[in-house]
Nanobody, 115 residues
Framework: QVQLVESGGGLVQPGGSLRLSCAAS???????DMWWYRQAPGNQRELVA????????TYADSVKGRFTISRDSIKNTVSLEMTGLKVEDTALYFC?????????WGQGTQVTVSS
């Protein structure tokens, strides 16, 4: 049973940093690409970052240079290091993977950037 469990969200001031983590289980983590998405109230879910099984990374233009995605094949986790946070980064952040034509999502972790 595929499970993705996010953690690390919270309230932070503009310019601050947070590190999100997603614990993956129930599948062979090394074989699959992993994504972080986010969804703000009233908005569609949007892609934030992707890391391939080989470690290649891509980012949304809005977070380039500020966010870093990484994966740990020992712990089966994918992380999102977020720096220089802006009010517009406020959203529910989700971990995602795609296995055999099916999307899997975690429950999300809330990030709120506010002074």
């Amino acid at each position: 049973q595929v499970q993705l469990v996010e953690s690390g969200g919270g309230l932070v001031q503009p310019g601050g940093s947070l590190r999100l983590s997603c614990a993956a289980s129930g599948f062979n983590f090394d074989f699959y690409d992993m994504w972080w998405y986010r969804q703000a109230p009233g908005n569609q879910r949007e892609l934030v970052a992707r890391i391939t099984r080989g470690g290649e990374t891509t980012y949304a233009d809005s977070v380039k240079g500020r966010f870093t995605i990484s994966r740990d094949s020992i712990k089966n986790t994918v992380s999102l290091e977020m720096t220089g946070l802006k009010v517009e980064d406020t959203a529910l952040y989700f971990c995602n993977t795609f296995i055999q034509i099916k999307d899997y999502w975690g429950q999300g972790t809330q990030v709120t950037v506010s002074s």
